[in-house]
């Protein structure tokens, strides 16, 4: 019954994620874990023999840094690559280079997960001013609509699905095992569609960074079941220290 594979790849721990400040949009680059993990996750595909034939990736350097070398890894460095504004991270809004400890002392842990987690609140809009908005930035100039100030969860579900149900279904559907390289809340998002998980229930879903998650699809592009992490334990452990990020 299953007919095709779709895996799904957070990007390796960033400069921002070390550092523990909401990143959003924020153009950070991975550390030298991040590069490890990203490897590694390349090398349990391989491990798998589960090799992409095509990679799409979001505009941020910490997902394209994540495809490359995940793909060096699994010896597919040569696959064709797409890229997409419609992949990126949520837009933080004006929680952009805020930190994350310093924001959940200052609004409590209501409005911060709120804000973190919820399906519909987005955080207060980044003003266009603001040295972590992205407006003006070369990137964006063909992008459907102006760059956003900020987006809830719901927003980035609105901007993905057209690009999933577009360009990546079209390449599932023409065989082609495709790799996803993307970001925590834009796969959550991707997560949310897949499983059909409620909005309520999406607050608690997190992902690890650096681990493939697999999808096997039926010809309807339905998942024939949940994801399943390369490495379980490595995924619920990161899984975990997401979910508890600024509390530490
Ligand atoms: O800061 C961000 O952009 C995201 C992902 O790193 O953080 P969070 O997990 O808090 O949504």
Redesign the pocket.
Same mark, same amino acid.
């Given at each position: 019954m299953t007919e095709h594979t779709l895996i799904l790849l957070r990007h390796g721990q960033?400069d921002? =994620?070390e550092k523990n /400040?909401?990143? %959003?949009w #924020?153009d950070v680059r991975l550390t030298d874990k991040g590069r490890q993990e990203a490897a590694r996750g390349g090398e349990l595909l391989a491990e798998e023999g589960i090799l992409p034939d095509v990679v799409h990736t979001s505009l941020l350097t910490r997902a394209i840094q994540t495809a490359n070398l995940a793909l060096d890894a699994a010896d597919r460095a040569w696959i064709p690559v797409h890229r997409s504004w419609r992949l990126n991270?949520?837009h933080?809004g004006d /929680?952009?280079g805020k930190d994350?400890a310093q924001t959940l002392e200052e609004y409590g842990e209501e409005q911060f997960m709120l804000w973190?987690?919820s399906f519909d609140v987005p955080p207060p809009e980044i003003s266009a001013d603001n040295a972590y908005s992205q407006v003006g930035d070369p990137r964006y100039d063909g992008i459907d609509g102006d760059v956003p100030a900020t987006e809830c969860l719901k927003d980035v579900i609105d901007r993905f699905l057209p690009y999933w149900e577009g360009p990546i279904s079209d390449d599932i559907r023409a065989g082609r095992t495709v790799l996803i390289a993307a970001? %925590? =809340?834009s796969l959550r998002a991707l997560v949310k569609h897949l499983e059909g998980i409620s909005d309520d229930d999406i607050a608690s879903l =997190?992902i690890p960074t650096g681990i493939p998650l697999v999808y096997r699809l039926d010809a309807d592009l339905q998942a024939t079941g949940p994801g399943q992490y390369l490495d379980p334990e490595a995924a619920a452990a990161g899984a975990a220290a #997401?979910a508890s990020? %600024?509390k530490a």
């Open positions: 960033s921002w =994620n /400040l909401f990143t %959003g #924020v991270e949520r933080y /929680l952009q994350k973190r987690r970001h %925590g =809340n =997190n #997401v990020q %600024g």
